[in-house]
T-cell receptor
Framework: AQKVTQAQTEISVVEKEDVTLDCVYE???????LFWYKQPPSGELVFLIRRNSFDEQNEISGRYSWNFQKSTSSFNFTITASQVVDSAVYFC??????????FGAGTILRVKS | EAQVTQNPRYLITVTGKKLTVTCSQNMNHEYMSWYRQDPGLGLRQIYY???????DKGDVPEGYKVSRKEKRNFPLILESPSPNQTSLYFC?????????????FGDGTRLSIL
């Protein structure tokens, strides 16, 4: 069965600190996709990134970077030089065959000025 | 503007009073889905639809119904709401039902069942 674990319920950092959000997943499929979504205080869900199981290259987009390690079934998300606007709930999600997303419980990130 | 629109955004109602949450997308997407979000549980899928007239249960379908008579619309029906259905609900869509496609989410509907 598929499962996503985000062990960090809440993280607080001071602006400009780097922060890493952990995501560990379980799946029996060899083909799957991993996603990160951001939910700001306004409540909508914003797609951040998609990674397929065959592509283990890390990805960087501005201050955001993602580290995918199949050996440890992890897909961690790092924000460099955090800003107050990064305060949100972040969800990691897994999708196998049909486009059904299995979400982790989410990590609340609070960035203080 | 490409979007998924849910109505209402907020609703407070009483146990047993039938309600419908509408969802409409203007992107000609085949796949649509409903999720509920609860603290500590993330989002869980209620129902999904691969195309018109094709629907299937997700992980938590009890107490809900859906229909897909038109491609753009995917209403969520609570025939006899109960307090444990108090939650934040999201509708989502993607071009196809393949697992690699990011889903576009509506802004959410907060339901309170008293």
């Amino acid at each position: 069965a598929q499962k996503v674990t985000q062990a960090q319920t809440e993280i607080s950092v001071v602006e400009k600190e780097d922060v890493t959000l952990d995501c560990v997943y379980e799946t029996r499929d060899t083909t799957y996709y991993l996603f990160w979504y951001k939910q700001p205080p306004s409540g909508e869900l914003v797609f951040l990134i998609r990674r397929n199981s065959f592509d283990e290259q890390n990805e960087i987009s501005g201050r955001y970077s993602w580290n995918f390690q199949k050996s440890t079934s992890s897909f961690n998300f790092t924000i460099t030089a955090s800003q107050v606007v990064d305060s949100a709930v972040y969800f990691c999600a897994l999708s196998e065959r049909v486009n059904k997303l299995v979400f982790g419980a989410g990590t609340i990130l609070r960035v203080k000025s | 503007e490409a979007q998924v629109t849910q109505n209402p955004r907020y609703l407070i109602t009483v146990t047993g009073k039938k309600l419908t949450v509408t969802c409409s997308q203007n992107m000609n997407h085949e796949y649509m889905s409903w999720y509920r979000q609860d603290p500590g549980l993330g989002l869980r899928q209620i129902y999904y639809s691969m195309n018109v007239e094709v629907t299937d249960k997700g992980d938590v379908p009890e107490g809900y119904k859906v229909s897909r008579k038109e491609k753009r619309n995917f209403p969520l029906i609570l025939e006899s709401p109960s307090p444990n259905q108090t939650s934040l609900y999201f509708c989502a869509s993607s071009f196809r039902g393949y697992s690699n496609q990011p889903q576009h989410f509506g802004d959410g509907t907060r339901l309170s069942i008293l």
